[in-house]
């Protein structure tokens, strides 16, 4: 499984931006994503942003991965407030992985 990290831009540079996760600050390629400016929120994946996220969905992220985190110290975590957005449904795969329906005959 893959786990991308949302991390938030601090200083640009070309094709490049410095962002922090936590008290960690990494040169991050943004040539996927274009310009951003100090204060985006990008979702990373190998040193690379794959999109631009809002604050809002970048704070859910981080909820996710802080909880996830403490249930692999063996810590309590509240899931259902870290994984609201999954409660009562099943996730969905992002359009572009979803299978295309066959042609009818």
Same mark, same amino acid.
């Given at each position: ?19 922090? /996760?936590?008290?960690?600050?990494? /040169? ?9 400016? &100090? ?9 690379? #942003?794959?999109?631009?996220? /809002?604050?809002? +969905? #970048?704070?859910? /992220?981080?909820? #996710? ?11 309590? +975590? ?15 795969? &992002? ?11």
């Amino acid at each position: 499984m893959c786990i991308g990290i949302p991390m938030q831009v601090v200083e640009v540079g070309a094709g490049h931006a410095r962002c922090r /996760s936590g008290a960690e600050i990494l /040169s991050i390629d943004t040539s996927l994503v274009g310009d951003v400016a &100090p204060g985006t929120w990008l979702m990373t994946f190998l040193g690379a #942003a794959r999109e631009v996220m /809002s604050p809002e +969905a #970048a704070q859910r /992220s981080l909820a #996710a991965l802080s909880a996830l985190e403490a249930v692999m110290r063996g810590q309590p +975590a509240d899931l259902d407030a870290a994984f609201a957005d999954l409660i009562g449904r099943e996730p969905q795969l &992002p359009s572009h992985l979803r299978p295309t329906p066959e042609p009818e005959a």
